[in-house]
Every structure is written in C-alpha cells, then in structure tokens.
C-alpha cells in the first residue's frame, strides 16, 4: 500500500494492473487498469491495492508543466500566467481521475517505459524531455477545457507561490520539525511563531511560501498521516485512542478531521489496510477499547 503522503510536485499515476483505492481529501477513486490519477503539489493522498496492483507514476515539476502547456497552447494563450490559470481550473479539485482511450494509455505506458530506461541508463534532461514530451502531447487533449468553472481557482500548487520552490528558511523547517517531533500537542499559531521567533502573521505567510500550505493545515496533514499509520500497525486501538495520541481529543473530532484530510472514515481505512469485507466490525467500535501505553 501507499501511506498518505504530499509532494510539491504533481503526480501522474497510470494503472497497469490490477485494481486499488486512491483517497484524498479532495475525494476517492476505484482505480482500475488504464486509469489514469492525477494528484496536485501538496495533497496528501495514499492509495490501498485491491489486493494488488502494478502502477507507474511520473513526478513532474510544476514550471516545467506549464512551460510545456504553454508552448502546446501556443495561439490560444495569451501568456505563461493565462497556462497556469487554466490548468489549475482544470486540476481545480487537486485529485483527478479520468480512463483516456486504450490506445492513448497504450502509448503513455510505452513512453513512460522509455523515459523510465533513459534515466536508468544515465541520460540526460534533453534526452529524457525528447520522450516525455511525447507523455505531455498525449496529457493535453485530456484536460477538460470545457467544464472549467469561472469563479477562482485554487492553485495547482496549493496556497504556496506559484507552484515554485524556493529553499526553505531554517526557522521554518525548525517549525516543521517541532510539529512532527510532539503532534500530540495543542499548537497554536502563536507557539509555532514562538519556536520560529517571528510573529505569527509573517509565519503564516512565510510556511506558506515553503510548504505550499498554512501552518494548521500543514499540522492536520501531518497528524492524519499519522493517524493513518496506527490504524495500520495498532488494530487492538480505538478511533478515539488513536487520535488522542496524534492531538485530536475525542472520537467524533478525530474521525471529522480524518476524513476532512483523506477523504474516508479512520473505520474504512482500517478495513481496506486489511484487507477486510467493509462490513466486516472493527475493533475501533469499542469505546472501552484500552488506551496506548
């Protein structure tokens, strides 16, 4: 299985074999052969086979994306930002999931393959960009032009600034690691500027800029990821166990925040991880279930 996890980059999953479930807190999708799941930068989304499955999955570089749109909507556009507004419209969800024609799949596999084989033989970016630019060429008429909504978008990137990179501050990934180091503790905005001795208003701005998201939000992804890992390796613990050792008091509040954050109940997940019939009780039912020692 994938555990939840978030890159600043997007990610281009195409299934070879096999069936499996990709959640996010943008939605879920039954994965099947010849799909193909698009995840945004900064979304946390893990994935659970269907017992099994075989998946190829490109990490491509935001810029890079829509330097290729632009030049492939070459006429159409009126400039660089005008490629990055449509394809967030297109993306506007931050999961997709579309089935292209079998041939078109065909095709992104092969290249896929290629670029995969010049890479392990120490090719170089022209030498790779001569193949995968093919994957693009087959990407584009894909994109739902068509159905983008006129109201705003939210960026392909998340909140960050345009999808970039930029290095990351020391203070910031000081906070980053303080977070991860005690989740079970009830941050506030002002302790995580108390670590980071800014204030709070240009913490917030600034962790945006490194990590794509607000610092609450970057907290919550990070305990729901850890959420998930426990329902995985501690069967014998309740929903409301599990939480209070990632920060969340209560069943009811653990549970909300857990599917805000990867679409799907802490009890679904727990089944699926196992392999279990979704009917099939678990022992998270149990409010009498001891806590973690």
Request: contains cysteine; aromatic residues 8%.
């Amino acid at each position: 299985m994938v555990e939840p996890v978030a890159y600043m980059c997007l990610r281009f999953m195409l299934v070879r074999e096999g069936r499996l479930f990709v959640h996010s807190r943008h939605g879920t999708a039954h994965a099947r052969p010849g799909m193909l799941v698009i995840v945004c930068a900064g979304t946390l989304c893990g994935a659970i086979p269907e017992p099994s499955a075989t998946v190829t999955t490109a990490f491509v570089n935001l810029d890079y994306l829509l330097d290729q749109l632009t030049w492939r909507l070459n006429g159409l556009l009126r400039d660089r930002h005008e490629a990055e507004l449509i394809a967030a419209k297109a993306f506007r969800h931050n999961m997709w999931a579309t089935t292209p024609p079998a041939q078109v799949t065909a095709d992104m596999l092969n290249l896929l393959d290629r670029t995969e084989a010049i890479q392990n033989a120490g090719g170089g970016f022209y030498d790779i960009e001569a193949v995968f630019a093919g994957f693009l060429a087959d990407l584009v008429p894909l994109m739902p032009y068509r159905e983008l909504p006129g109201e705003p978008v939210v960026s392909l990137a998340g909140d960050g600034v345009g999808g970039r990179f930029p290095p990351l501050r020391p203070e910031i990934v000081a906070v980053g690691d303080a977070i991860q180091a005690d989740l079970s503790r009830r941050w506030s905005l002002a302790d995580m500027a108390q670590v980071a001795h800014i204030s709070g208003r240009h913490l917030a701005r600034v962790f945006n800029e490194s990590y794509g998201l607000p610092p609450v939000q970057f907290l919550a992804a990070l305990r729901a990821k850890e959420m998930a890992r426990l329902l995985r390796e501690k069967p014998g613990w309740s929903v409301e166990a599990v939480g209070r050792q990632v920060g969340w008091e209560g069943r009811s509040h653990a549970r909300h925040q857990f599917v805000r954050e990867l679409g799907l109940s802490p009890d679904e997940y727990r089944r699926r991880a196992h392999g279990l019939d979704l009917a099939t009780p678990g022992p998270e039912t149990d409010e009498n279930t001891p806590d973690p020692s």
